[in-house]
């Protein structure tokens, strides 16, 4: 209710851009998707909206451009659809295979492939038609296991262009 009544005071005097922090912080999933359509209600009125944000999805929702940054540098910009297909392509496959297959798999799916991230015995592969590139990897490989495909997101690039481990800098 807090975040409501700060969102509405925002608001209240009708302003031409509005600067949110983390908009959407300890909302519940209705009441973040009924500020999520109170702001694209401003941004179809001309309201510039500058948000930060470390919701990815919230991200895609509400921005027509973008930048990540990491360590305080912009690593990328640009639209939502154009970052995605450019860093990770349209789907994600995730597949198990065992560590010592790994680099085989993904240099026999070549440029099948717009790049890939290794989680322990799980490996995300990025391309441009996930079917596609689970039939390559199923015949590659034989003992992977497909989990999953799945629509790139702006997550996948984020975790692409920044690493996916914790780091302590």
């Given at each position: 209710?807090?975040?409501?009544?700060?969102?509405?005071?925002?608001?209240?005097?009708?302003?031409?851009?509005?600067?949110?922090?983390?908009?959407?912080?300890?909302?519940?999933?209705?009441?973040?998707?009924?500020?999520?359509?109170?702001?694209?209600?401003?941004?179809?009125?001309?309201?510039?909206?500058?948000?930060?944000t470390h919701y990815m999805d919230e991200a895609e929702q509400l921005c027509d451009r973008l930048v990540v940054m990491d360590a305080g540098h912009i690593v990328r910009e640009g639209t939502?659809?154009?970052?995605?297909?450019?860093?990770?392509?349209?789907?994600?496959?995730?597949?198990?295979?065992?560590?010592?297959?790994?680099?085989?798999?993904?240099?026999?799916?070549?440029?099948?492939?717009?790049?890939?991230?290794?989680?322990?015995?799980?490996?995300?592969?990025?391309?441009?038609?996930?079917?596609?590139?689970?039939?390559?990897?199923?015949?590659?490989?034989?003992?992977?296991?497909?989990?999953?495909?799945?629509?790139?997101?702006?997550?996948?690039?984020?975790?692409?262009?920044?690493?996916?481990?914790?780091?302590?800098?």
């Amino acid at each position: 209710m807090q975040r409501r009544v700060q969102i509405a005071r925002a608001l209240i005097n009708d302003p031409d851009v509005v600067l949110l922090d983390e908009p959407t912080t300890g909302l519940d999933p209705q009441a973040r998707h009924l500020v999520w359509a109170r702001l694209r209600a401003l941004k179809s009125r001309g309201v510039t909206l500058v948000v930060t944000t470390h919701y990815m999805d919230e991200a895609e929702q509400l921005c027509d451009r973008l930048v990540v940054m990491d360590a305080g540098h912009i690593v990328r910009e640009g639209t939502p659809p154009a970052l995605i297909a450019d860093e990770v392509g349209g789907d994600v496959v995730e597949v198990a295979v065992k560590a010592e297959r790994m680099d085989a798999l993904i240099q026999a799916l070549g440029s099948a492939i717009v790049g890939w991230t290794r989680r322990t015995d799980v490996l995300w592969l990025y391309g441009p038609d996930g079917a596609t590139v689970a039939a390559l990897a199923e015949a590659a490989e034989p003992s992977c296991k497909r989990l999953a495909i799945r629509r790139a997101t702006l997550e996948d690039v984020f975790l692409q262009v920044t690493g996916h481990n914790l780091r302590e800098d």
